[in-house]
């Protein structure tokens, strides 16, 4: 074992040196945007080194996604169509909708299926993700490629003087490290050798001399990337996880952890034909934060783990016409959260595995929320609807996880009783929970609001976003409860009852409900040996259900009743 981890550190050593020169231009994904989404999902190919292709999957593409563009008040539809052979789930990251189309473990899209969930968007602009989520597979589907950005925009971003220009002067990048292995296969490992943005491979850009937006995301399974540039200029962070800041934050370091985004400016004017390099500074790192540890050997072990390295070579050029030349001194006038007005403190923990004897299965590497492997029918708590929560997580942890929430974006209160820093003192969906000191617990505190969608039957997840913990059980999972109302709670209400019509049926059937205030909660269609054809969660059904691309046969329509979540099954044909 050790004489091959050895071996794979030295040859990627070796290709590293021997190609440090010979940058790929980045690649930029491709814009969507629009109020319907169209996204497929295949396993494919990429030819990412010379030699053999490597097996991937992505959406619409061979590796990652499309970049998503929202405006803030618009309804989303999306149609998710998975070619995959395996099932999976495709989650929102950072989006306020309903618990029954976050795309969470429980809304697997099994291969074959279209899943075709909407919302309002009601997020502030700033830059979001989708990825898979299925419980114990979100290592090894993200390892793959799935996965994308979204931008919100809104009428308060939108009158700023930003660099806007996708691709030219407002630049995604999506950090990763892949494992590849002598086949050019991607292995299943929390760190690789290999920096990845954007699916390139040493990546050059050229920039104009101007302001520079980067929208960074930190899609990695494990490493956090202390972000910095070679000539240490300063940059500003405009952006947290879930909106603009007050202010930009002039910092030459940023650590951002897995899950979290940053937009930043960068200051280019007057530097048309000199270069400069993105940089992980994580040579400076603790043994305690993902990516500062130095593993001589074993499954951990990485060439990039505790080291300086680069992320992306700019090559600075000319200015555009009409180009952004200042950074803005205000932004925004964020309405924070106020501590007076939560009701409750919620209580969590995070600890190391061992001396946990129950479940006793736990391997001595497994971290846990709440002494408590995640369970996906194990509800943690019952959030009522309109709650303003504080969240404490003590972490009694010796390594530092970043734990993220979802439905909401939140304030950090304080950690380790200091408030937090200027770059985070706005909307956060992640944030980093620092390993215990000696003997001393770490303590982060958080304040949210849980509003709009109730569901008990629905939850939403917290968990680690260091996709290995996750996996391995570091999850948890609540329900927003609306306890006012009588539909929520008076499950015992429901009698109902419906007809399909036509039967058969060509282009469109449509649904008679014997009570007209039924309320369709989840639409679900099966072909006649049981595959999900169809996830129609909270379907319009007015206009009745296209099927015009089913073919002939027999199908099953499943109906789920909101008010008593009992489910009702009908026949019918398509000619
Ligand atoms: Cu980005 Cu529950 O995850
Ligand atoms: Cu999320
Ligand atoms: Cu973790």
Redesign the pocket.
């Known amino acids: 074992m050790k004489k091959i981890y050895l071996f794979i550190i030295l040859t990627s050593t070796l290709i590293n040196y021997s190609f440090a020169q010979s940058f790929n231009t980045l690649w930029i994904p491709d814009t969507l945007s629009g109020t319907t989404f169209n996204l497929a999902l295949r396993d494919t190919f990429k030819q990412l080194l010379t030699g053999q292709q490597t097996i991937t999957a992505g959406v619409n593409g061979n590796f990652w996604g499309p970049t998503l563009i929202f405006h803030k008040g618009d309804t989303v539809h999306m149609n998710i169509h998975s070619y995959l052979n395996d099932s999976t789930t495709v ?1 929102w ?2 989006m306020h909708l309903p618990a029954v189309m976050d795309g ?1 473990p429980h809304q697997v899209i099994p291969p074959g299926t279209v899943w075709q969930p909407y919302w309002k968007v009601t997020n502030n602009a700033a830059t979001y ?1 989708y ?1 898979p ?1 299925l419980h114990m597979m979100t290592e090894e589907q993200i390892t793959k490629g799935l996965g994308g950005l979204i931008i919100v925009r809104d009428d308060i971003e939108s009158a700023l003087a930003l660099p806007r220009t996708y691709g030219v002067d407002d630049i995604p990048l999506v950090l990763t490290d892949r494992d590849i292995n002598t086949s050019n296969q991607f292995t299943i490992v929390p760190y690789g050798d290999s920096m990845i943005v954007n699916g390139t491979l040493r990546p050059q850009y050229s920039v104009p001399a101007q302001i520079i937006r980067f929208r960074i995301l930190d899609a990695a399974i494990e490493r956090s990337y202390n972000i910095g540039f070679s000539d240490n200029r300063n940059f500003s962070v405009i952006c947290s996880d879930g909106g603009l800041l007050d202010a930009p934050v002039s910092v030459n370091r940023y650590l951002l952890h897995a ?1 979290e985004r940053i937009e930043i400016l960068v200051d280019c004017n007057g530097q048309s034909g000199t270069s400069v390099d993105l940089k992980a500074y994580n040579s400076s790192l603790s043994g305690f934060i993902a990516g500062g540890e130095n593993f001589p050997n074993g499954p951990f072990a990485n060439a990039l783990g505790h080291a300086d390295f680069n992320i992306l070579h700019l090559n600075i050029t000319a200015q555009t016409g009409a180009p952004i030349t200042t950074i803005p001194t205000t932004l925004n006038t964020n309405v924070l959260l106020n501590v007076a007005d939560a009701n409750i403190t919620r209580l969590l923990t995070i600890s190391d595995s061992t001396g946990v004897t129950n479940p006793p299965i736990l391997g001595p590497n497994a971290f846990i929320l709440n002494h408590k492997l995640f369970d996906l029918n194990q509800i943690e708590y019952e959030v009522p609807l309109n709650n303003t929560e504080i969240w404490q997580i003590t972490s009694s942890s010796v390594f530092g996880h970043p734990f ?1 929430i ?1 439905d909401v974006e939140f304030n950090i209160i304080s950690v380790n009783g200091a408030a937090p820093a200027a770059a985070q003192a706005g909307w956060k969906d992640v944030v980093f929970i620092p390993g215990k000191t000696g003997n001393t617990p770490s303590v982060v505190k958080f304040i949210a609001k849980f509003e709009d969608y109730s569901d008990s039957l629905h939850p939403f ?1 917290f ?1 680690c ?1 260091i996709s290995l913990h ?1 996996d391995e059980g570091m ?1 948890g999972q609540f329900v927003v409860k609306d306890f006012s109302s009588t539909s929520e709670n008076n499950l015992s209400s429901g009698s109902f009852d419906f007809t399909l019509f036509p039967n058969p049926a060509t282009n469109k059937l449509f649904i008679a409900l014997n009570d007209p205030t039924t309320k369709v909660y989840y639409i679900k269609i099966c072909d006649a040996i049981g595959r999900t054809i169809y996830m129609l969660p909270q379907p319009k059904i007015q206009n009745g259900i296209d099927i015009s691309h089913l073919i002939s046969g027999n199908y099953f329509l499943q109906l789920t009743d909101e008010k008593s979540k009992q489910t009702i099954v009908k026949k019918f044909v398509v000619e």
């Open positions: 989650h990251h950072g969470g993700w990825h989520h899950g993220h979802h997840m968990h976003h996750e999850m």
